[in-house]
């Protein structure tokens, strides 16, 4: 077995044969077979000696949007950096990479979206939300963009435009984590005090809210 604080995320690779797995702090990334748990690798990314922010990998690929601004695309298998852009005096709250690796999503405090395409030159950007974008997530074929904020609400893009569809209101709670199911017909958020919450993009209406309270 793995141990569970060796990776703050992990990803396959394009085969699903191997495993990434990718801490922060002092940015290792490590490798293991995907049946086995067989380890391969770890080392680290010679580019990064240390950082914290946020970070997530897909199809071989890790993005890191460090709190210093700076954000960079990896190869994970050549441990190569492909790509890395600064914004002064900006911290990311989420960021989000597609399923094949071509497309990176940055969410900041100010309620910026901005997408990166895959050379890391800026595809579009969306500064109509005054709240902090809190989480971000691609649809399983790429086309769509799905963002969450700290009072509840979601809104769903274009992910190579930039149009925005469908706008869902819920709990006016702080979003954590999104996600789109892999047939696009739903889109799942948790919140920060226990609301699970579920729309259909197509119409924008809510399915289902469940809430997990804790025992006391």
């Known amino acids: 077995d793995v141990p569970a604080a060796c990776a703050d995320v992990v990803a396959f690779d ?12 002092e940015v290792r990334v490590s490798s293991w077979d995907a049946k086995s748990g067989a380890p391969l690798t770890g080392d680290a990314l010679p580019e990064l000696s240390t950082t914290t922010g946020v970070l997530a990998a897909s199809a071989g690929r890790l993005v890191i949007a460090a709190d210093t601004g700076s954000v960079h695309l990896f190869d994970l298998a050549t441990r190569r950096m492909l790509w890395c852009r600064t914004w002064l005096a900006r911290e990311f709250e989420s960021v989000a990479i597609s399923a094949d690796g071509s497309r990176v999503a940055l969410a900041d405090g100010d309620g910026d979206i901005l997408v990166l395409g895959p050379d890391g030159r800026q595809a579009w950007r969306d500064e109509a939300d005054e709240l902090a974008r809190t989480a971000l997530a691609f649809s399983a074929d790429g086309a769509r963009l799905v963002a969450g904020n700290e009072l509840g609400g979601v809104q769903v893009f274009d992910a190579a435009t930039g149009a925005l569809g469908a706008s869902m209101a819920g709990e006016e709670t702080w979003l954590l984590s999104i996600a789109v199911s892999p047939d696009g ?26 809430r997990n309270i804790p025992d006391p």
């Open 14 to 25: 394009e085969t699903g044969e191997r495993l990434y797995g990718v801490r922060l702090g």
């Open 185 to 210: 017909s739903r889109v799942v958020a948790a919140s920060e005090d226990g609301f699970v919450q579920a729309w259909s993009p197509m119409d924008g209406k809510r399915a289902w809210t469940v």
